[in-house]
C-alpha cells in the first residue's frame, strides 16, 4: 500500500491519522477555537488533518443550516491555515467548486452519496491534490476501487477511502469491518469514520440521531482491521451544534479518543 501525502503529513504510513473538525463551520468563532485545539494536539505530536465544510449540501431539511457558503468558506478556511498551519480537508459537492477550494485546501473530499459522481471525482483528480472518497453508505466495498482510479486517471495525487457505515432498514447504519479489509487491498489507505458511523439517518423526527458511546468501541475494531486513521467531527459544546449534534465529540471525548486509538 502506498502513503498519501496531505499538506506534509503522510496517510498510511505507520501511526494513525485524525481528520477532525466540526461537522460544519458555524461561525468563524467556533473554527478557531476548534482548529486551536486541534492544534495543541499536533503540538503533541497527533497527526491531525483539521476537517472544515463550508456547506452541507445533503441535510434532512430544507431549513437545516448549512454553512456559510464555499466564498466566506474559503476565506475562513485560508486563515484558520495560515494561523495554525494545520493541514486542510474540505468537501466539494459539484465541479465547478474543485479548482476553487483546491486553492486553499490539502485534500478535496467527496461526500459519500456522491461517490459514484464521475465527473465529480474527475473534477477533484485534475486538481492535482490527493482525494479523498467517502464510500457510499449503498455501495459495496468492491465497488471503491473503480471510483479512486478515476481520480488518479485524472492527476490526483494520490487518494484515500474513508469508510462511514453502511445503510441498515430506514433509519440506522451499521459497520462491516470487512470493508476496511477489502478497500485496502485496492492499495490505497483507509480511513474509518468513527462518527458519522454511529448515526442514525433522519426518520420521521426530520433530524439525524445517533450513539455516541459506540464510537470508542468500534472504532478499536476499525483499527484491529487495519484502519489508517479515523474521520471525527469534533466541536466544543455538541449540545449546542447546528448539526450532527448527537455524535460529534467534545474536547475532552476527542482526546480520550486519540489516547486510545494511538495505543492499537
Do not use: W
Amino acid at each position: 500500500m502506498s502513503s498519501v501525502s496531505v499538506g506534509g503529513l503522510e496517510v498510511g504510513a505507520g501511526r494513525p491519522v485524525f481528520i477532525a473538525g466540526p461537522c460544519v463551520m458555524e461561525s468563524p468563532a467556533l473554527v478557531d477555537e476548534t482548529a486551536g485545539f486541534l492544534s495543541s494536539l499536533a503540538s503533541r505530536g497527533v497527526k491531525v488533518i483539521l476537517k472544515l465544510s463550508y456547506e452541507k449540501a445533503n441535510r434532512s431539511s430544507g431549513e437545516s443550516f448549512r454553512g456559510p457558503g464555499i466564498e466566506e468558506g474559503l476565506k475562513l478556511i485560508r486563515m484558520v491555515k495560515e494561523k495554525y498551519g494545520l493541514p486542510v480537508i474540505c468537501d466539494i459537492h459539484c465541479r465547478e467548486e474543485a479548482e476553487a477550494a483546491s486553492r486553499v485546501a490539502d485534500c478535496l473530499q467527496i461526500p459519500a452519496f456522491l461517490c459514484r459522481q464521475t465527473p465529480l471525482i474527475e473534477a477533484a483528480g485534475r486538481t492535482l491534490l490527493p482525494v479523498n472518497i467517502k464510500k457510499g453508505q449503498f455501495l459495496s466495498p468492491y465497488s471503491m476501487e473503480r471510483q479512486g482510479r478515476k481520480a488518479l486517471e485524472t492527476g490526483a495525487s494520490g487518494v484515500i477511502f474513508t469508510e462511514r457505515g453502511t445503510s441498515f432498514g430506514y433509519s440506522d447504519l451499521v459497520v462491516d469491518m470487512r470493508s476496511v479489509v477489502i478497500m485496502k487491498k485496492s492499495g490505497f489507505p483507509v480511513i474509518f469514520d468513527a462518527t458519522h458511523s454511529q448515526q442514525s439517518p433522519a426518520g420521521s423526527s426530520g433530524e439525524t440521531g445517533g450513539s455516541r458511546e459506540f464510537i470508542i468501541p468500534i472504532s478499536k475494531a476499525a483499527a484491529a482491521a487495519g484502519a489508517d486513521g479515523f474521520f471525527c467531527e469534533v466541536h466544543p459544546r455538541p449540545v449546542d451544534a447546528l448539526s450532527d449534534r448527537s455524535t460529534q465529540m467534545d474536547f475532552n471525548m476527542f482526546e480520550e479518543f486519540v489516547d486510545e486509538m494511538s495505543k492499537m
